[in-house]
């Protein structure tokens, strides 16, 4: 098979491209999902929560938070493990949850979690018994019954049952039906999922892969691992090589040689485009971070700062705050890490101003 080689410049154009970011908006959310393939929830607010601010990102003004909650509802769209996806595709990780914790031979970090539903089963059974009577319900609702204690060495240890939930929407017994404020609301998966039959587990991985591939354009074939949501595409699409760049990648060949139009974006700092930090580097040669854990005084860019998406570069980050109180998008400073054009410079201040009449808030800028 024929090794694309591609410029720097035509692979961040196919990533752009991919992630419905160049200067052709999607027709609508629902299309927008099937084609991203999710929407991760996140329920950081700084400017907005991350499922929307990555809608207007790509539909702009025309998009409205109703929309969301109302596809959610009609369960045209799902939310599997802090992800909303399209409701046809849970089909995709039916044979999975099938087959938890795992296929052949476990790690012993999978029998460690299969051993430890087990000793719970009791709890387990409560909640279903709970759920199927009264739900949705928030998870303060089930009392904690487990008999072994989760352990662990972060912010779950000793949070047994909404630790057990989590294992249970792996195991496909339950899921979230919606929220109340933050709060999600549980019930029986097979009231919330659509009854479409699992995808044998082989060809879903395939159709996984293709489907992230086509979301994102170009990636690794294998990459770090990361929780919920791969960022590699195992052998999808064709190989290519980027100039300048080590190593080879897997390219949608459906991106190769179409015409390019760029726009300005701005981008919530969890959207897809910059997830992956080292690609983000390598082929956009744009640092970040999200920097709202770390003191303030260390921080470089702001607490919540938007990556700035100019046609296929990203230039600079917005430190921004929604100060809901007072009615105003507060812009402390815009960083640019290249020098603007006057022609880019107007296009990111239209799209800031943009920002602040779809959150219904006055523009407060700097000085």
Same mark, same amino acid.
């Given at each position: 098979m024929t090794v694309h080689e591609l410029s720097r410049t035509d692979a961040r154009r196919i990533a752009v491209r991919a992630q419905l970011l160049d200067g052709r908006r999607p027709a609508g959310l629902v299309d927008m999902v099937r084609h991203l393939t999710l929407l991760q929830v996140d329920p950081t607010a700084a400017v907005a929560p991350n499922a929307d601010l990555v809608a207007w990102s790509r539909l702009g003004s025309s998009y409205s938070p109703a929309e969301l909650t109302a596809a959610l509802e009609n369960r045209t769209l799902v939310e599997l493990r802090a992800m909303i996806r399209p409701g046809e595709d849970l089909a995709l990780y039916r044979a999975a949850m099938a087959e938890w914790p795992g296929r052949g031979e476990l790690t012993s970090w999978q029998e460690q979690?299969? +051993?430890?539903?087990?000793?719970? /089963?009791?709890?387990?059974? +409560?909640?279903? /018994? &709970?759920?199927?009577?009264?739900?949705? @319900? =928030?998870? &303060? $609702?089930?009392?904690?019954?487990?008999?072994?204690?989760?352990?662990?060495?972060?912010?779950?240890?000793? #949070?047994?049952?909404?630790? !057990?939930? $989590?294992?249970?929407? @792996? #195991?496909?017994?339950?899921?979230?039906?919606?929220? #109340?404020? &933050? +709060?999600?609301?549980? /019930?029986?998966?097979?009231?919330?999922? *659509? +009854?479409? *039959?699992?995808? =044998?587990? $082989?060809?879903? @991985?395939?159709?996984?892969?293709?489907?992230?591939? #086509?979301? @994102?354009?170009?990636?690794?074939? &294998?990459?770090? %691992?990361? *929780?919920? %949501?791969?960022?590699?595409?195992?052998?999808?699409? %064709?190989?290519?090589?980027?100039?300048?760049?080590?190593?080879?990648?897997?390219?949608?060949?459906?991106?190769?040689? !179409? =015409?390019?139009?760029?726009?300005?974006?701005?981008l919530s700092p969890f959207d897809r485009l910059i997830h992956e930090r080292r690609r983000t580097v390598e082929l956009f040669e744009f640092e970040y971070q999200l920097e709202m854990y770390k003191p303030s005084a260390k921080r470089r860019w702001g607490y919540f700062a938007l990556p700035i998406l100019y046609g296929d570069r990203l230039v600079g980050k917005v430190d921004a705050t929604a100060d809901r109180k007072a009615g105003a998008l507060r812009v402390q400073t815009i960083h640019q890490d290249v020098p603007f054009s006057r022609t880019a410079n107007g296009a990111i201040g239209r799209e800031i101003k943009d920002l602040a009449r779809w959150l219904g808030l006055e523009l407060a800028l700097p000085g």
């Open positions: 979690r299969r +051993d430890w539903v087990r000793a719970n /089963d009791s709890c387990r059974l +409560d909640i279903l /018994d &709970r759920l199927g009577s009264s739900g949705p @319900l =928030p998870s &303060r $609702e089930f009392p904690d019954t487990c008999k072994v204690p989760w352990k662990s060495t972060g912010w779950t240890n000793d #949070r047994n049952v909404t630790q !057990l939930l $989590e294992f249970m929407v @792996l #195991r496909g017994e339950v899921a979230v039906a919606g929220r #109340r404020g &933050r +709060d999600r609301l549980w /019930d029986l998966a097979a009231r919330v999922y *659509p +009854d479409s *039959p699992a995808v =044998p587990a $082989e060809e879903a @991985l395939r159709l996984r892969n293709e489907r992230r591939l #086509r979301a @994102l354009g170009i990636a690794r074939a &294998r990459g770090t %691992e990361y *929780p919920v %949501e791969p960022a590699d595409v195992g052998e999808a699409g %064709e190989p290519a090589v980027v100039e300048g760049v080590k190593g080879t990648w897997r390219v949608d060949p459906s991106q190769l040689g !179409l =015409p390019f139009t760029g726009r300005a974006a701005l």
